[in-house]
Protein backbone atom coordinates (compact mmCIF):
# COMPACT_ATOMS: atom_id res chain seq x y z
CA UNK A 1 0.00 0.00 0.00
CA UNK A 2 1.17 3.31 -1.04
CA UNK A 3 2.31 5.47 1.91
CA UNK A 4 0.00 7.91 3.65
CA UNK A 5 1.10 11.39 3.24
CA UNK A 6 -0.87 14.65 4.85
CA UNK A 7 -1.60 17.06 2.03
CA UNK A 8 -2.68 20.71 2.79
CA UNK A 9 -6.17 21.04 0.36
CA UNK A 10 -7.52 24.38 1.26
CA UNK A 11 -5.92 27.73 3.00
CA UNK A 12 -8.00 30.88 4.17
CA UNK A 13 -7.06 33.79 6.23
CA UNK A 14 -8.51 36.66 8.24
CA UNK A 15 -6.68 40.21 8.83
CA UNK A 16 -7.88 42.94 10.55
CA UNK A 17 -9.25 46.22 9.23
CA UNK A 18 -7.15 48.16 10.91
CA UNK A 19 -3.66 49.23 8.85
CA UNK A 20 -0.96 50.89 11.62
CA UNK A 21 1.70 52.75 8.89
CA UNK A 22 5.12 53.95 9.50
CA UNK A 23 4.22 57.00 9.30
CA UNK A 24 1.71 56.76 12.01
CA UNK A 25 4.58 54.74 14.10
CA UNK A 26 6.62 58.22 13.58
CA UNK A 27 3.90 60.22 15.48
CA UNK A 28 4.11 57.86 18.40
CA UNK A 29 7.35 56.83 18.91
CA UNK A 30 10.98 58.12 17.81
CA UNK A 31 11.24 56.13 14.59
CA UNK A 32 11.45 57.25 10.91
CA UNK A 33 9.91 55.98 7.84
CA UNK A 34 13.57 54.97 6.38
CA UNK A 35 14.92 53.64 9.45
CA UNK A 36 11.63 50.90 9.52
CA UNK A 37 11.68 50.28 5.59
CA UNK A 38 15.42 49.52 5.36
CA UNK A 39 16.22 47.66 8.54
CA UNK A 40 12.86 45.33 8.44
CA UNK A 41 11.32 46.03 5.18
CA UNK A 42 7.75 46.53 7.05
CA UNK A 43 5.84 49.40 5.32
CA UNK A 44 2.16 48.31 6.90
CA UNK A 45 0.76 45.82 9.60
CA UNK A 46 -2.71 45.42 10.56
CA UNK A 47 -4.25 45.92 14.19
CA UNK A 48 -6.74 44.47 15.78
CA UNK A 49 -8.83 46.98 17.68
CA UNK A 50 -11.58 46.98 19.87
CA UNK A 51 -12.44 46.39 23.57
CA UNK A 52 -13.03 42.28 24.12
CA UNK A 53 -11.46 41.18 21.26
CA UNK A 54 -8.84 38.43 21.22
CA UNK A 55 -6.61 35.58 19.06
CA UNK A 56 -9.65 33.59 18.93
CA UNK A 57 -11.82 36.66 16.93
CA UNK A 58 -9.23 36.26 14.14
CA UNK A 59 -8.68 32.82 14.32
CA UNK A 60 -12.53 31.70 14.21
CA UNK A 61 -13.22 33.89 10.84
CA UNK A 62 -10.30 32.36 9.65
CA UNK A 63 -11.34 28.74 10.20
CA UNK A 64 -14.64 29.60 9.15
CA UNK A 65 -14.02 30.85 5.80
CA UNK A 66 -11.56 27.90 5.16
CA UNK A 67 -14.50 25.22 6.08
CA UNK A 68 -16.78 27.48 3.42
CA UNK A 69 -14.03 27.74 0.53
CA UNK A 70 -13.72 23.67 0.72
CA UNK A 71 -17.34 23.01 1.32
CA UNK A 72 -16.71 21.24 4.51
CA UNK A 73 -19.17 20.91 7.31
CA UNK A 74 -17.95 22.02 11.05
CA UNK A 75 -18.78 18.37 12.10
CA UNK A 76 -16.76 16.75 9.79
CA UNK A 77 -13.70 18.60 11.45
CA UNK A 78 -11.21 15.60 13.56
CA UNK A 79 -8.86 17.71 15.19
CA UNK A 80 -8.12 21.59 15.30
CA UNK A 81 -4.27 23.03 16.30
CA UNK A 82 -4.31 26.54 17.01
CA UNK A 83 -0.25 27.86 17.51
CA UNK A 84 -0.13 31.10 19.06
CA UNK A 85 1.78 33.28 21.83
CA UNK A 86 -1.51 35.10 22.28
CA UNK A 87 -3.65 32.84 23.43
CA UNK A 88 -7.02 34.30 24.65
CA UNK A 89 -6.29 33.58 28.24
CA UNK A 90 -3.97 31.08 30.36
CA UNK A 91 -6.38 28.58 30.18
CA UNK A 92 -8.67 27.33 28.18
CA UNK A 93 -6.62 26.82 24.57
CA UNK A 94 -7.27 29.26 22.45
CA UNK A 95 -8.30 26.12 20.39
CA UNK A 96 -11.18 25.00 22.12
CA UNK A 97 -12.90 28.38 22.13
CA UNK A 98 -12.50 28.74 18.09
CA UNK A 99 -14.23 24.70 18.39
CA UNK A 100 -17.21 26.19 20.08
CA UNK A 101 -17.36 29.77 17.69
CA UNK A 102 -17.26 27.37 14.50
CA UNK A 103 -19.50 24.47 15.86
CA UNK A 104 -16.90 21.84 15.80
CA UNK A 105 -17.94 19.47 18.40
CA UNK A 106 -17.08 15.95 18.09
CA UNK A 107 -13.20 16.82 17.42
CA UNK A 108 -10.42 17.71 20.32
CA UNK A 109 -8.62 20.42 20.11
CA UNK A 110 -5.24 22.10 21.47
CA UNK A 111 -2.68 24.65 21.36
CA UNK A 112 0.65 24.99 20.54
CA UNK A 113 3.53 26.97 21.57
CA UNK A 114 6.21 27.27 19.68
CA UNK A 115 6.64 31.44 19.10
CA UNK A 116 7.45 32.26 15.54
CA UNK A 117 8.51 28.16 15.05
CA UNK A 118 4.96 27.65 15.78
CA UNK A 119 3.31 26.87 12.49
CA UNK A 120 5.96 24.96 11.67
CA UNK A 121 6.07 22.55 14.87
CA UNK A 122 2.37 22.22 14.33
CA UNK A 123 2.48 21.19 10.77
CA UNK A 124 4.76 18.95 11.62
CA UNK A 125 2.72 17.49 14.38
CA UNK A 126 -0.93 17.77 12.52
CA UNK A 127 1.06 15.68 9.56
CA UNK A 128 1.99 12.81 11.83
CA UNK A 129 -2.03 12.74 12.77
CA UNK A 130 -2.87 12.49 9.48
CA UNK A 131 -0.26 10.12 8.37
CA UNK A 132 -1.75 7.44 11.01
CA UNK A 133 -4.62 6.80 9.44
CA UNK A 134 -6.51 7.72 11.74
CA UNK A 135 -7.43 11.52 11.36
CA UNK A 136 -8.55 12.57 7.73
CA UNK A 137 -9.44 16.49 8.66
CA UNK A 138 -7.34 18.37 10.53
CA UNK A 139 -7.07 21.91 10.62
CA UNK A 140 -4.33 24.48 11.81
CA UNK A 141 -5.32 27.96 12.49
CA UNK A 142 -2.01 30.39 12.70
CA UNK A 143 -2.93 33.44 14.86
CA UNK A 144 -1.40 36.40 16.99
CA UNK A 145 -2.65 39.39 18.28
CA UNK A 146 0.65 40.55 18.70
CA UNK A 147 -0.36 44.23 19.40
CA UNK A 148 -1.70 42.85 22.65
CA UNK A 149 2.07 42.09 23.65
CA UNK A 150 3.51 45.09 22.43
CA UNK A 151 4.57 47.99 24.00
CA UNK A 152 4.22 50.47 21.38
CA UNK A 153 6.68 52.98 23.61
CA UNK A 154 9.11 51.02 22.12
CA UNK A 155 10.81 51.45 19.01
CA UNK A 156 12.68 48.42 19.10
CA UNK A 157 9.83 46.12 18.86
CA UNK A 158 6.40 47.96 17.85
CA UNK A 159 7.59 49.02 14.78
CA UNK A 160 7.84 45.04 13.93
CA UNK A 161 4.88 43.27 14.81
CA UNK A 162 1.08 43.02 13.62
CA UNK A 163 -2.18 40.78 14.10
CA UNK A 164 -3.58 38.47 11.89
CA UNK A 165 -4.82 34.59 11.34
CA UNK A 166 -4.61 32.38 8.77
CA UNK A 167 -5.82 28.21 8.76
CA UNK A 168 -5.10 25.41 6.75
CA UNK A 169 -6.78 22.22 5.94
CA UNK A 170 -4.65 18.70 6.25
CA UNK A 171 -6.24 15.65 4.37
CA UNK A 172 -4.94 12.49 3.62
CA UNK A 173 -3.77 11.48 0.27
CA UNK A 174 -1.48 8.45 -1.44
CA UNK A 175 -0.38 10.36 -4.29
CA UNK A 176 3.77 12.10 -3.54
CA UNK A 177 2.56 15.48 -2.21
CA UNK A 178 2.26 17.05 1.06
CA UNK A 179 4.30 16.66 4.05
CA UNK A 180 7.65 15.21 2.43
CA UNK A 181 10.24 15.49 5.31
CA UNK A 182 10.88 18.29 8.49
CA UNK A 183 13.91 18.97 10.95
CA UNK A 184 12.68 20.59 13.65
CA UNK A 185 15.10 22.24 16.67
CA UNK A 186 15.06 24.04 19.70
CA UNK A 187 17.54 25.66 22.47
CA UNK A 188 15.84 27.01 25.49
CA UNK A 189 19.45 29.13 26.09
CA UNK A 190 17.79 31.04 24.05
CA UNK A 191 15.57 32.53 26.33
CA UNK A 192 17.59 35.34 27.43
CA UNK A 193 17.15 37.19 24.49
CA UNK A 194 13.54 36.71 23.53
CA UNK A 195 10.85 36.40 26.14
CA UNK A 196 8.17 37.98 28.09
CA UNK A 197 9.25 38.88 31.71
CA UNK A 198 6.17 38.93 33.52
CA UNK A 199 2.66 37.14 33.64
CA UNK A 200 3.39 33.36 33.78
CA UNK A 201 4.21 31.23 36.80
CA UNK A 202 8.07 32.86 37.82
CA UNK A 203 6.61 36.17 38.09
CA UNK A 204 2.67 36.24 37.99
CA UNK A 205 1.06 39.53 37.12
CA UNK A 206 1.43 42.23 40.41
CA UNK A 207 1.11 45.87 40.05
CA UNK A 208 4.55 45.92 40.40
CA UNK A 209 5.37 43.72 37.05
CA UNK A 210 2.60 46.18 34.96
CA UNK A 211 4.42 49.12 36.27
CA UNK A 212 7.60 47.80 35.38
CA UNK A 213 6.31 47.21 31.85
CA UNK A 214 7.09 43.52 32.06
CA UNK A 215 4.04 41.77 29.71
CA UNK A 216 5.65 43.09 26.94
CA UNK A 217 7.85 41.36 24.18
CA UNK A 218 11.74 42.00 25.40
CA UNK A 219 14.02 41.28 22.54
CA UNK A 220 17.55 41.82 21.66
CA UNK A 221 17.30 42.34 18.27
CA UNK A 222 21.05 42.27 17.18
CA UNK A 223 21.44 38.84 18.99
CA UNK A 224 17.91 36.91 17.88
CA UNK A 225 19.19 38.07 14.23
CA UNK A 226 22.36 36.38 13.79
CA UNK A 227 20.91 32.98 15.60
CA UNK A 228 18.31 33.54 12.97
CA UNK A 229 19.75 33.94 10.12
CA UNK A 230 22.46 31.25 10.91
CA UNK A 231 19.74 28.25 12.16
CA UNK A 232 17.22 29.37 9.41
CA UNK A 233 20.19 28.80 6.61
CA UNK A 234 21.60 25.57 7.70
CA UNK A 235 18.05 23.75 8.70
CA UNK A 236 16.79 24.80 4.93
CA UNK A 237 20.32 23.76 3.56
CA UNK A 238 20.03 20.77 5.28
CA UNK A 239 16.66 19.60 4.18
CA UNK A 240 17.14 20.43 0.75
CA UNK A 241 20.82 17.98 0.71
CA UNK A 242 19.08 14.89 2.26
CA UNK A 243 16.28 14.88 -0.02
CA UNK A 244 18.53 15.71 -3.18
CA UNK A 245 16.69 19.06 -3.91
CA UNK A 246 18.51 21.80 -5.62
CA UNK A 247 17.90 25.43 -6.01
CA UNK A 248 16.46 24.64 -9.86
CA UNK A 249 13.61 22.16 -8.27
CA UNK A 250 12.64 24.17 -5.15
CA UNK A 251 9.54 26.58 -6.33
CA UNK A 252 9.45 28.93 -3.55
CA UNK A 253 11.24 29.17 0.13
CA UNK A 254 8.83 29.90 2.72
CA UNK A 255 9.88 32.20 5.47
CA UNK A 256 8.72 33.10 8.65
CA UNK A 257 8.66 36.71 8.21
CA UNK A 258 10.53 38.67 10.92
CA UNK A 259 12.73 40.90 8.41
CA UNK A 260 13.51 41.32 5.17
CA UNK A 261 17.34 41.15 5.29
CA UNK A 262 16.74 37.71 7.62
CA UNK A 263 14.84 36.66 4.54
CA UNK A 264 16.99 37.42 1.83
CA UNK A 265 20.28 36.25 3.46
CA UNK A 266 18.53 32.86 4.07
CA UNK A 267 17.32 32.93 0.26
CA UNK A 268 20.78 33.23 -0.38
CA UNK A 269 22.78 30.29 1.28
CA UNK A 270 19.89 28.33 -0.49
CA UNK A 271 20.84 29.60 -4.37
CA UNK A 272 17.69 31.04 -4.71
CA UNK A 273 16.89 33.94 -6.93
CA UNK A 274 14.25 36.51 -5.10
CA UNK A 275 11.89 35.56 -7.26
CA UNK A 276 11.95 31.99 -5.67
CA UNK A 277 10.73 33.23 -1.80
CA UNK A 278 7.48 34.29 -1.32
CA UNK A 279 7.63 38.06 0.79
CA UNK A 280 4.99 39.73 2.31
CA UNK A 281 6.62 41.22 5.34
CA UNK A 282 5.94 44.64 3.96
CA UNK A 283 2.40 44.65 4.36
CA UNK A 284 1.70 42.46 7.39
CA UNK A 285 4.96 42.57 9.48
CA UNK A 286 6.12 39.78 11.94
CA UNK A 287 2.51 38.27 12.60
CA UNK A 288 4.15 35.23 14.26
CA UNK A 289 2.33 32.44 13.96
CA UNK A 290 0.16 33.47 11.00
CA UNK A 291 3.48 35.16 9.15
CA UNK A 292 4.01 31.60 6.41
CA UNK A 293 0.54 30.50 5.83
CA UNK A 294 -0.15 33.99 4.87
CA UNK A 295 2.79 33.54 2.52
CA UNK A 296 0.93 30.29 1.15
CA UNK A 297 -2.54 32.30 0.64
CA UNK A 298 -1.08 35.47 -1.08
CA UNK A 299 0.79 32.97 -3.05
CA UNK A 300 -1.81 30.09 -3.89
CA UNK A 301 -2.73 31.31 -7.16
CA UNK A 302 1.00 31.16 -8.45
CA UNK A 303 1.09 27.64 -6.81
CA UNK A 304 0.91 24.42 -9.41
CA UNK A 305 0.33 20.72 -7.97
CA UNK A 306 3.36 19.07 -7.41
CA UNK A 307 5.68 22.61 -6.65
CA UNK A 308 8.44 21.63 -3.90
CA UNK A 309 8.48 24.98 -1.16
CA UNK A 310 10.74 24.79 1.47
CA UNK A 311 9.04 26.40 4.76
CA UNK A 312 12.08 27.74 7.08
CA UNK A 313 11.30 29.42 10.42
CA UNK A 314 12.88 30.80 13.87
CA UNK A 315 11.55 32.32 16.85
CA UNK A 316 11.54 32.79 20.47
CA UNK A 317 12.78 29.76 22.41
CA UNK A 318 14.79 29.18 20.00
CA UNK A 319 13.03 27.22 18.21
CA UNK A 320 13.78 26.54 14.60
CA UNK A 321 12.84 24.35 11.64
CA UNK A 322 12.30 23.64 8.21
CA UNK A 323 9.96 21.40 6.37
CA UNK A 324 9.78 20.30 2.73
CA UNK A 325 6.18 20.30 1.67
CA UNK A 326 4.88 18.95 -2.06
CA UNK A 327 2.04 21.72 -3.30
CA UNK A 328 -1.03 19.66 -3.46
CA UNK A 329 -3.20 21.13 -5.98
CA UNK A 330 -3.80 22.95 -8.73
CA UNK A 331 -5.04 27.12 -8.61
CA UNK A 332 -8.99 27.12 -8.58
CA UNK A 333 -9.31 23.51 -8.55
O1 LIG B 1 10.26 36.57 14.85
C1 LIG B 1 10.99 36.21 15.99
C2 LIG B 1 12.44 36.38 15.83
N1 LIG B 1 12.79 37.77 15.74
C3 LIG B 1 13.61 38.19 14.77
O2 LIG B 1 14.01 37.42 13.91
C4 LIG B 1 14.09 39.63 14.82
C5 LIG B 1 15.60 39.68 14.61
N2 LIG B 1 16.16 41.03 14.72
C6 LIG B 1 15.93 42.01 13.80
O3 LIG B 1 15.14 41.85 12.90
C7 LIG B 1 16.73 43.28 13.92
O4 LIG B 1 17.78 43.09 14.84
C8 LIG B 1 15.89 44.52 14.33
C9 LIG B 1 15.00 44.95 13.19
C10 LIG B 1 15.06 44.20 15.57
C11 LIG B 1 16.84 45.70 14.63
O5 LIG B 1 17.67 45.97 13.51
P1 LIG B 1 19.25 46.14 13.71
O6 LIG B 1 19.80 46.48 12.38
O7 LIG B 1 19.76 44.88 14.37
O8 LIG B 1 19.34 47.38 14.63
P2 LIG B 1 19.97 47.52 16.08
O9 LIG B 1 19.10 46.87 17.10
O10 LIG B 1 21.42 47.15 16.04
O11 LIG B 1 19.89 49.08 16.26
C12 LIG B 1 20.63 49.98 15.42
C13 LIG B 1 20.29 51.39 15.83
C14 LIG B 1 20.37 51.63 17.33
O12 LIG B 1 20.83 52.93 17.55
P3 LIG B 1 22.37 53.19 17.95
O13 LIG B 1 22.60 52.42 19.21
O14 LIG B 1 23.18 52.67 16.79
O15 LIG B 1 22.42 54.67 18.11
C15 LIG B 1 18.95 51.53 17.78
O16 LIG B 1 18.69 52.27 18.95
O17 LIG B 1 18.93 51.66 15.46
C16 LIG B 1 18.22 52.14 16.60
N3 LIG B 1 16.83 51.73 16.49
C17 LIG B 1 15.91 52.46 15.84
N4 LIG B 1 15.99 53.64 15.21
C18 LIG B 1 14.86 54.11 14.63
C19 LIG B 1 16.25 50.60 16.97
N5 LIG B 1 14.95 50.59 16.64
C20 LIG B 1 14.71 51.72 15.95
C21 LIG B 1 13.57 52.29 15.34
N6 LIG B 1 13.69 53.46 14.69
N7 LIG B 1 12.37 51.68 15.36
Redesign the pocket.
Known sequence: MSKIRAAITAIDSYLPNYILTNHE?EQM????EE??TT??GIKTRHILKGTGKGTSDMGTKAVDRLLKKRGIKPGEVDLLLCCTVTPDMMFPATANIISDNIGIKNAFSYDINA??SGFLYTLGTAALFVESGKYNKVVIVGADKMSSIIDFTD??????FGDGASAILLEPTTENVGVMDHIFQSDGSGKIH?HMKAGGSVKPPSHETVEAREHYVY???????K??VANMADVSVEIMKRNNLSSENISYLVP????M??IESVGKRMGLDKKQIMINIERYG?T?NA?IPLCLWDYEKQLKKGDNLILS????GFTWGAIWLKWAYDPDV
Do not use: P
Not at 29 to 32: I, L, N
Open positions: LVDTSWIRTACRQTCVLLQEGKAVYFAHQANRINTTAFGG
